[in-house]
């Protein structure tokens, strides 16, 4: 699952490309839109595309790394560990200490 959240911003990206592109030559072969593309004069606006798409997926959509010790201090290690006991031994519900622990 986390895979596919790393990769999903490329796909949608990619997609987006794929069918802006198919949607010119669509409209080109109908004559709405004049589109004339000849691989050997306009390569390079693919490596341009490209280039572009890869800045892009550098910068946006980019979840920020941070260790688990960054995230979880000491207490609420302390605290999960607390509400997971009261749970255990019946002094809590499983509804309140699932809402204890999403306000950690």
């Known amino acids: 699952m ?7 911003p490329r796909k949608i990206l990619w997609a987006l490309f794929w069918i802006a592109l198919g949607s010119l030559l669509l409209l ?13 004069r306009d390569w390079p606006i693919l490596i341009i595309a ?17 260790n688990g010790s960054a995230l979880e201090s000491e207490g609420d290690k ?5 509400i997971l006991k009261a749970v255990e031994s ?11 622990l999403k306000n950690l």
């Open 2 to 8: 986390f895979f596919y959240y790393q990769n999903r």
């Open 78 to 82: 302390q605290s999960r560990e607390q």
């Open 50 to 66: 490209w280039g572009v798409m890869k800045v892009i997926d550098s910068f946006a959509w980019r979840k920020p790394k941070t």
């Open 28 to 40: 080109s072969n109908y004559g709405v839109y004049s589109f004339h593309f000849s691989f050997s």
């Open 90 to 100: 019946g002094q809590m519900s499983a509804e309140e200490a699932a809402q204890r």
